[in-house]
């Protein structure tokens, strides 16, 4: 088989990078190593900033993300049972949207369908070749290996994804840190409660409410990293969360029936070396940010941009001035993002033998974004999200 650009990965990055492609005249194939249904389902990220809303309006995507987003304008910080209600307003108009990565990918996932163009599920990739000159892309299908010939690879395969080790030296460019402590998440069909949204510290571990729909909540505990997911009875589950998310009123969650469940590590993980030759690298295959600065998906969206364009500039005039800045220019939004999300996270979670004196400071933290015009500045400038260059 061949096209213009390969793409692997059916996530939000290579999913909005064939967006993009398309609607500039350049074809493409994505090879996705899961099913469809694996696919359309995993639940993920959901919390939009402003730029990615824009972003998936500015590419047609925007229809059912309009209907039922649901603006955020504030976020809530509790710590040492008491509460700081942030206003997001920056007075630009700007705010966040609750709109479910799920939602993202199956928009994208359908248009795609209904525009007729290639998604090959179940495409194993295991192995490029030829990246400086013709890229080739093998993968087994069907239980038959099999060849994409492409102009460009687009390697936007996640943190797991072989895009990453075929570029020469990336291991040299590679900065990680991992916490001690991993994510209970579950979704449960019990409407969130406006006065019971954000982050809360808690001498017992950290607690997160977030919204997935009027009627749907995304909350997580922060567990031992090898917790079983399956280990509370959902009433442990929504009793530890009232708990940590004391904020010293009688404000309780909405209960209701659990139907998600997972565990996920925190980490955070950069790759400096995006691209070499015909291969350039995006959002989780180059960059892991911990959850609690819900900045994942957005970066994703961030590099799709950029990649996209240096691509199609090259494929049109040739120009490579763009994809020769590419890994440069993303790194200019990761890493203070990286930073922002590290940032929440070091005041958020207890650490394996924290002091008393190392939780004192935390309150502090907590207290500066809460609590000062300065802080609250900080905070809302980074959970709006930087700007884009391109
Ligand atoms: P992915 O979404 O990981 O897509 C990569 C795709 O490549 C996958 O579909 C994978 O199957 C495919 N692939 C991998 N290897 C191959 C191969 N060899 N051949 C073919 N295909 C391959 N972010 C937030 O902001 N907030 C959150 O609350 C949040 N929660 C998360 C919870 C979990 C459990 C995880 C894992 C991530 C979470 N994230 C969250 C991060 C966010 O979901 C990611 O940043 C986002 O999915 C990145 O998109 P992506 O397209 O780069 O990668």
């Known amino acids: 088989m061949k096209t213009q650009v390969g793409i692997i990965g059916a996530g939000p990055a290579g999913l909005l990078v064939a967006r993009i492609l398309q609607l500039n005249g350049i074809d493409s194939v994505i090879l996705e190593r899961r099913t469809r249904a694996y696919v359309l389902e995993r639940v993920r990220a959901g919390v939009l900033e402003a730029g990615t809303v824009d972003t998936l309006r500015a590419y047609g995507m925007g229809e059912r993300l309009n209907r039922e987003g649901i603006p955020m304008r504030s976020m809530q910080l509790c710590w040492d049972r008491q509460k700081a209600d942030i206003s997001l307003d920056d007075g630009t108009g700007r705010h966040l949207t609750t709109y479910g990565q799920q939602k993202i990918v199956e928009d994208l996932i359908l248009q795609r369908e209904a525009d007729g163009l290639p998604i090959?599920?179940?495409?194993?990739?295991?192995?490029?070749?030829?990246?400086?000159n013709a890229p080739r892309i093998h993968y087994r299908h069907n239980g038959e290996d099999k060849v994409l010939e492409c102009q460009f690879i687009a390697g936007c395969d996640g943190y797991h994804g072989v895009s990453r080790r075929h570029i020469p030296g990336s291991d040299e460019h590679v900065f990680l840190t991992e916490y001690p402590f991993a994510w209970l998440g579950?979704?449960?069909e019990a409407a969130p409660l406006a006065a019971r949204r954000g982050f809360a510290h808690s001498t017992r571990g950290l607690a997160v409410a977030s919204a997935r729909s009027a009627s749907v909540g995304r909350l997580y505990l922060q567990v031992e990293t090898d917790a079983d997911p399956n280990a509370m009875s959902d009433q442990q589950i929504w009793d530890e969360l009232d708990i940590r998310m004391d904020d010293g009123t009688a404000a309780?969650?909405?209960r209701g029936p659990i139907i998600e469940r997972s565990v996920a590590r925190l980490r955070g993980y950069v790759c400096e070396k995006m691209r070499h030759g015909r291969l350039a690298i995006a959002g989780d295959a180059a960059h892991i940010v911990p959850p609690s600065g819900g900045k994942g998906l957005n970066l994703a969206v961030g590099d799709a941009r950029i990649m996209a364009e240096?691509?199609?500039?090259l494929l049109t005039t040739n120009d490579t001035t763009l994809l020769d800045s590419?890994?440069?220019m993303c790194l200019r939004r990761i890493w203070p993002t990286v930073h922002w999300a590290c940032s929440m996270c070091e005041a958020l979670h207890i650490f394996p033998g924290q002091t008393s004196f190392q939780t004192r400071m935390q309150y502090q933290t907590l207290n500066h974004w809460g609590n000062t015009e300065i802080g609250q500045q900080r905070l809302r400038k980074a959970q709006l999200g930087l700007p884009y260059e391109i």
């Open 120 to 132: 090959v599920f179940e495409a194993d990739v295991s192995s490029l070749d030829d990246i400086e």
């Open 186 to 188: 579950i979704l449960a």
């Open 326 to 328: 590419y890994s440069q």
């Open 310 to 313: 240096a691509i199609r500039r």
């Open 252 to 254: 309780q969650l909405n």
